[in-house]
């Protein structure tokens, strides 16, 4: 009897190319970004000047949350990838339950990406720093939740 499974335990699957996902998938999220400045619909306004909602944000914080928001959707499509297979697999309606959450969360942050307020005419304004900060903090959580999950 092994010391590490218990017993009845069923053994521990190992995910294929599981040490792959998180750096193909921030790749793909930087490549996203990459797509998404190079379609953006307007010119970029002067640091800091006046936009149609108030001062805009600088272009360069502009640009680094356009692909930490890229990242972070590429990293949310990871997760919802793994648990959809997770709930397919087990039924467990705790996979479900992260699923629909994960869901949600890809939603907001489709809707928060810097290239759908330029698609509307909007700019994030001078919360663009902060909204940086929250992306760039969110896209270290999620990867360390598919990192996670991917274990």
């Excluded at 092994?2 to 009845?8: D, F, H, K, V």
């Excluded at 750096?23 to 400045?37: F, N």
């Amino acid at each position: 009897m092994s010391a590490s499974a218990p017993t009845g335990a069923a053994p521990r699957r190992a995910t294929r190319g599981a040490e792959l996902w998180a750096p193909v998938t921030i790749v793909a999220g930087l490549v996203l970004g990459v797509v998404e400045l190079l379609l953006w619909p307007h010119p970029r306004s002067p640091a800091g000047g006046p936009g149609p909602g108030g001062m805009m944000a600088p272009p360069d914080v502009t640009v680094a949350f356009a692909l930490f928001s890229s990242i972070d959707i590429a990293l949310l499509v990871a997760l919802v990838a793994v648990y959809l297979r997770t709930y397919r697999e087990t039924r467990a309606q705790f996979a479900l339950g992260l699923l629909v959450f994960l869901v949600v969360l890809l939603f907001e942050a489709v809707a928060g990406t810097p290239f759908l307020f330029a698609v509307f005419g909007l700019q994030p304004g001078n919360l663009g720093p902060f909204l940086l900060l929250g992306t760039i903090l969110e896209m270290v959580a999620l990867l360390i939740f598919l990192l996670l999950s991917l274990e």
